[in-house]
């Protein structure tokens, strides 16, 4: 969007007395008084912005609402001047946009817009298309009780949706869904729950049958994962339809601004491919192809391997066929990776409830116990929580799930007991690759993440992950709880305090550099997090000693981002290489911040991640923070090929996921240095 020259934007308060809660009214009370403030306004129900700015800095008039008597009056208050490049322009660009795709015929659905007339039966939804997620059933309130307004008074359900919106409810003793307050809408102020009328109502999204079913999501998939080539037909013939819609053209030129017809050239650097690092001492190297995987070419010793001596293998007497094929399948591809095995404690079970299994583990287990590993019949997510919270907070040891039908194929069985194998290994704090870091200083570099404790209410976990040498394959883990809303972790001093000091117990020192990669941080939370974890992490530095004192960067990390890039190869749109780095044109030239493809797509159109390095005294030059990025996102040894964010970064996820999702509580510290939650 390019704004003309000289372009000046006026920004005002708005207050209306008495107080209007309806957006959409108050939207139309101030269209009602055009010629006062003008055809060029913008309005997201509290600022209000114009191209002209009003005679007096305090403008008062008086309005009568459509649907009543009441007599409102509208006070205007000129707050600021804004240039087309002030951060708060952002906002009336977007409400801009908003009112064009309302103009060429978008509806807005959640925080996106749809064209109806492309629909593939998308049902529409019959009160206002928000989206909201049902948290809980109140039975005690119905339609008839009553709720606070804005400015004090009470009103009835049933009465605010007929004066609001027309609607008349049809069932006055319906129980209401409630809904608990999205952290955005925590952060305006909003903490009590929102109570829904269920006849209002209408489910949305897909069901787990149908995510589990291959053909719907086959067919989906066309839809929803098209080609760069085909996502930039679309999106020039949308950009093409607003000067050919008379009202999006006239609205553009009252507000004069246009739209790029094209999109935006740039220039892209692709970084060197990395080489894999495997066997002893990573003595064998993987070159890599355009796709950055390797899953091919791992079939040979594994970084560093832990022999497994003691285990317990447990299943259900109808998956024992499926077992013994395992369990052979197992003894074969374990040595070819570097792994010395001795044969399982074997307990077969004549029932398959939870009480067997947990009780099967007690029975058997030892303090040389390296390794349980259960065959469950099916996927039920209360028996796997029980084995993990037995197995991590009970009695600590690593633990491998596997549900009996990804084994029940002899065609299959070796590739999967490969997979299984590797996971193992790692869970007993083993290393399968790595690759080449060239820093000379001893570096430690931290994922951070976090996830809602799906137990308890108003609660998230933070997940908490370090490196513990040089190489970064060696993992050091911790998790704190804390409250929703508040989402920045407050534990994070005695994380790092317990990171740093088994990082001196391996390694003898302390790390001389630290790099802090932080997923999970909206655009609103950054001055939070520098002003809020920063200077929790300098504390404990200082606490582990007064002259400890290391180079540090904070890198916030996000994935949810619209930004699409594309190749031009031989006049055809393709997806960027793994590697391709974008610092420049469409980055903002106040801050440090990158783009980076690291990952391949076999469908679809790639998305890249964006990187913010919010602190930085780290001594790296930009290129070296954009390849050890890179090259951290080849050491998530669930998958042998790249990844959208630093290995750190998943490995914090998939601890905090564990732990919201099934523990609920700390794991035990015994399993700290081990990837244990893979």
């Not at 529409?124 to 049902?134: G, L």
């Not at 004090?152 to 609607?167: E, F, H, P, S, V």
């Not at 990171?499 to 790390?511: Q, S, V, Y």
């Not at 994935?559 to 890039?565: A, C, D, H, L």
Request: aromatic letters at 8%; one cysteine or more; hydrophobic letters at 35%.
């Amino acid at each position: 969007m390019k704004a003309a020259d000289q372009w000046l934007l006026h920004q005002y308060s708005v207050d209306f007395s008495p107080v209007v809660d309806n957006p959409r009214a108050r939207h139309a009370l101030l269209r009602a008084h055009s010629e006062i403030l003008g055809t060029s306004m913008a309005f997201d129900g509290m600022m209000l912005f114009l191209l002209r700015r009003l005679d007096e800095p305090v403008t008062r008039f008086q309005t009568k609402r459509r649907d009543s008597d009441d007599i409102i009056t509208i006070t205007v208050t000129l707050k600021n001047a804004l240039p087309p490049t002030s951060p708060t322009c952002m906002q009336v660009y977007n409400i801009i946009f908003r009112k064009i795709l309302g103009l060429v015929g978008f509806e807005q659905i959640g925080r996106n817009y749809f064209n109806p007339n492309a629909k593939r039966e998308i049902q529409q939804h019959k009160y206002n298309n928000k989206t909201y997620r049902v948290d809980d059933i109140d039975f005690n309130i119905d339609p008839m009780n009553t709720f606070d307004k804005l400015d004090g008074t009470k009103i009835t359900y049933a009465q605010y949706y007929r004066d609001a919106y027309g609607l008349n409810i049809s069932d006055l003793g319906q129980p209401l869904l409630v809904s608990n307050p999205k952290k955005r809408d925590q952060r305006r102020g909003m903490i009590d729950h929102i109570h829904l009328i269920p006849e209002l109502c209408t489910l949305t999204g897909l069901s787990e049958a149908m995510r589990s079913d291959f053909h719907v999501m086959k067919d989906l998939s066309v839809y929803t994962r098209i080609t760069p080539n085909v996502r930039m037909k679309e999106l020039t013939n949308f950009i093409g339809s607003f000067p050919r819609n008379q009202e999006a053209s006239t609205y553009l030129q009252k507000w004069q601004v246009s739209f790029e017809a094209q999109p935006v050239r740039i220039n892209a650097r692709i970084m060197d491919r990395e080489k894999i690092l495997t066997g002893h001492q990573g003595k064998n190297e993987i070159s890599l192809g355009e796709n950055a995987e390797w899953s091919r070419d791992l079939r040979k010793d594994l970084l560093s391997c832990i022999g497994l001596h003691n285990w317990l293998l447990i299943y259900t007497a109808r998956d024992s066929k499926n077992a013994m094929e395992f369990l052979n399948a197992f003894n074969t591809v374990a040595p070819r990776l570097g792994m010395e095995t001795r044969p399982p404690l074997i307990c077969e079970l004549r029932e398959d409830r939870t009480e067997s299994f947990i009780r099967a583990i007690r029975q058997n287990l030892s303090p040389q116990t390296q390794m349980v590993v259960c065959i469950l019949p099916t996927i039920r997510k209360d028996r796997y929580d029980a084995i993990k919270k037995f197995c991590c907070l009970e009695a600590p040891v690593p633990s491998q799930c596997i549900v009996g039908r990804t084994i029940n194929k002899k065609q299959t069985v070796m590739s999967v007991a490969t997979k299984i194998a590797m996971q193992i290994n790692c869970k007993m704090g083993g290393e399968l690759w790595t690759v080449l870091i060239p820093s000379k200083m001893l570096m430690m570099v931290v994922g951070i993440d976090s996830y809602h404790d799906s137990a308890t209410r108003g609660r998230s976990v933070g997940g908490f992950v370090a490196s513990m040498n040089h190489d970064l394959s060696r993992y050091f883990s911790r998790c704190t709880f804390q409250h929703t809303g508040q989402e920045l972790i407050d534990g994070l001093k005695v994380c790092m305090t317990s990171a740093l000091r088994k990082f001196k117990e391996i390694n003898g020192k302390l790390p001389e550099r630290v790099i802090i990669y932080r997923d999970g941080v909206g655009d609103g939370q950054l001055p939070a997090v520098v002003e809020y974890e920063l200077p929790q992490v300098i504390d404990t530095f200082r606490m582990i000693g007064t002259d400890y004192s290391p180079k540090c960067a904070v890198v916030v990390v996000k994935k949810r981002i619209n930004n699409r890039f594309c190749s031009l190869n031989q006049g055809n749109l393709v997806n960027p290489s793994p590697g391709t780095v974008i610092d420049s044109v469409v980055t903002k030239p106040d801050l440090y911040d990158f783009f980076l493809v690291s990952q391949s797509v076999r469908q679809g159109t790639v998305t890249p991640t964006s990187y913010n390095v919010i602190w930085d005294n780290s001594g790296l030059a930009p290129d070296s923070m954009q390849s050890l990025t890179y090259k951290l996102t080849h050491l998530y040894f669930n998958w042998p090929g790249t990844i959208r964010v630093p290995a750190p970064c998943l490995y914090a996820h998939k601890l905090s996921f564990l732990v919201g999702q099934s523990l609920h509580k700390e794991p035990r510290i015994e399993l700290a240095d081990r990837l244990f939650f893979l």
